[in-house]
């Protein structure tokens, strides 16, 4: 069964900067890939990265393109999530998601089909404040 815990949300001013980290179990990890979620309230899940089972590709939403930065090392079975120069509207509930089946994506549309199709960490907690 695969597990995925979530560490690192918190309470941050704007401008700073948090990592999210993701530890994974059950499966081989290196052989899929993995991406991080987010899902505000009142509002639906929405995709943020994606990184490919190698680490070599990366998938961004264009709201936190150049901003956030996705990567994984498959030796301690963990995916990051650098975050920075976070703004209010980046407040939301981010989940660490494990693709069931595939190791990457053509592109970042692709990629958010992860969405339909991927185990699911409980959810950390993000709020930046002004």
């Known amino acids: 069964q695969v597990q995925l815990v979530e560490s690192g949300g918190g309470l941050v001013q704007a401008g700073g900067s948090l990592r999210l980290s993701c530890a994974a179990s059950?499966?081989?990890?290196?052989?899929?890939?993995m991406g991080w979620f987010r899902q505000a309230p009142g509002k639906e899940r929405e995709f943020v990265a994606a990184?490919?089972?190698?680490?070599?590709?990366?998938f961004y939403a264009d709201s936190v393109k150049g901003q956030f930065t996705i990567s994984r090392d498959n030796a301690k079975n963990t995916v990051y999530l650098q975050m920075n120069s976070l703004k209010p509207e980046d407040t939301a509930v981010y989940y660490c998601?494990?693709?069931?089946?595939?190791?990457?994506?053509?592109?970042?549309?692709?990629?958010?089909?992860?969405?339909?199709?991927?185990?699911w960490g409980q959810g950390t907690q993000v709020t930046v404040f002004s």
């Open positions: 998601a494990a693709d069931r089946s595939r190791g990457s994506y053509h592109d970042t549309s692709d990629a958010q089909s992860m969405l339909e199709d991927a185990y």
């Open positions: 990184i490919s089972w190698s680490g070599y590709n990366t």
């Open positions: 059950g499966r081989t990890f290196s052989a899929y890939a």
